[in-house]
């Protein structure tokens, strides 16, 4: 059975300046992997769908995870750090208007 070659969702996670900040890292993740938001969105969306009001970004993280490893077939390589969490969740809570106080969040701490 032929598998599908792996997808780049989340390469180069770990690949910055040891001295950058968590939100400069972050920025450069985002743009470097654009799929990641993409399934943050879809995912967050199927969620809400259902009915619910909030959700937990750390559910929809692991469903990406079990995306990539499960159903696309990716190989090992794909990382995808938690410290970014909180960073995706305030992000699609202001670019997607129907995602707006879907997640709850804390005081995001400037490292």
């Known amino acids: 059975m032929d598998r599908k070659p792996p997808q780049s969702v989340g390469q180069g996670a770990f690949d910055f300046e040891p001295d950058a900040s968590i939100q400069q ?3 450069a993740f985002h743009r470097e992997n ?3 938001y993409e399934l943050l969105v879809k995912f967050s969306r199927q969620v809400k769908a259902t009915g ?3 959700y937990s970004i750390n559910a929809v993280f692991e469903r990406i995870r079990w995306h990539v ?3 696309t077939k990716a190989d090992d390589q794909f990382k ?3 410290i970014y ?3 995706y969740a305030r992000m699609l809570m202001e670019k997607e208007p129907d995602l707006r106080d ?3 969040t ?3 701490k400037r490292a």
Do not use: Q, W
């Open 106 to 108: 804390r005081e995001l």
């Open 25 to 27: 890292k972050f920025e």
């Open 80 to 82: 995808l750090n938690n």
């Open 52 to 54: 619910r009001e909030h």
């Open 69 to 71: 490893f499960i159903e």
């Open 102 to 104: 879907f997640f709850d």
């Open 34 to 36: 654009p799929r990641v």
């Open 85 to 87: 969490r909180s960073r």
